[in-house]
T-cell receptor, first 111, second 117 residues
Framework: QKEVEQDPGPLSVPEGAIVSLNCTYS??????FMWYRQYSRKGPELLMY????GNKEDGRFTAQVDKSSKYISLFIRDSQPSDSATYLC???????????FGQGTILTVHP | ETGVTQTPRHLVMGMTNKKSLKCEQH?????MYWYKQSAKKPLELMFV???????ENNSVPSRFSPECPNSSHLFLHLHTLQPEDSALYLC????????????????FGDGTRLSIL
């Protein structure tokens, strides 16, 4: 079993839709959770960084962590074609620990 | 501009060649990383240089050899590669604080796309 599971998609939505991206994990020691966005031919770019459970909002993006279910989500409101990218979840157990990544979900937002 | 610059962006090499990938970070960070990104697989950590130590993933073959001459520069020396080594190689950097030690989020370069003939 992979430590982090992420549906690779692809996911295609119309402009303006609410997008929900998810990861599940098996290691209960994970406490730090990140979402990265990776455009084609570019490196991953940090979008959201959260610690432990709860929600964090930044503009159109909301990150949600449910440690009891070992489930994290990224919501994108009012999605735009410029949001089309691969979204990677990543997590670690301690602040100094190794990052474990999901496979990434390919998202396309069409006009 | 990501603050982490990787060269070359693309590299095609034969299995018997020797080449090096270069990474330079302009963020003042003190830790640097090499990752391998293959299609349909999660990012795989290859090497870490942090707190003047090198930590490596034991599954990385010896045909990959890292070098970190200072906190701003990182190299990955390649020799006698195999076709399955074709992938995107990403460099990242981060700031380690402390003690007690904590690690800020990693910032990535745009990668070197490596193709082995």
């Amino acid at each position: 079993q992979k430590e982090v599971e992420q549906d690779p998609g692809p996911l295609s939505v119309p402009e303006g839709a609410i997008v929900s991206l998810n990861c599940t994990y098996s290691n209960s020691a994970f406490q730090y959770f990140m979402w990265y966005r990776q455009y084609s031919r570019k490196g991953p770019e940090l979008l959201m960084y959260t610690y432990s459970s709860g929600n964090k909002e930044d503009g159109r993006f909301t990150a949600q962590v449910d440690k009891s279910s070992k489930y994290i989500s990224l919501f994108i409101r009012d999605s735009q074609p410029s949001d089309s990218a691969t979204y990677l979840c990543a997590m670690k157990g301690t602040s100094y620990g190794k990052l474990t990544f999901g496979q990434g979900t390919i998202l396309t937002v069409h006009p | 501009e990501t603050g982490v610059t990787q060269t070359p962006r693309h590299l095609v090499m034969g299995m018997t060649n020797k080449k090096s990938l270069k990474c330079e970070q302009h963020l003042g960070h003190n830790a640097m990383y090499w990752y391998k990104q293959s299609a349909k697989k999660p990012l795989e950590l290859m090497f870490v240089y942090s707190l003047e130590e090198r930590v490596e993933n034991n599954s990385v073959p010896s045909r990959f050899s890292p070098e970190c001459p200072n906190s701003s520069h990182l190299f990955l020396h390649l020799h006698t590669l195999q076709p399955e080594d074709s992938a995107l190689y990403l460099c990242a950097s981060s700031q380690v604080l402390g003690p007690p030690y904590s690690n800020q989020p990693q910032h990535f370069g745009d990668g070197t796309r490596l193709s082995i003939l």
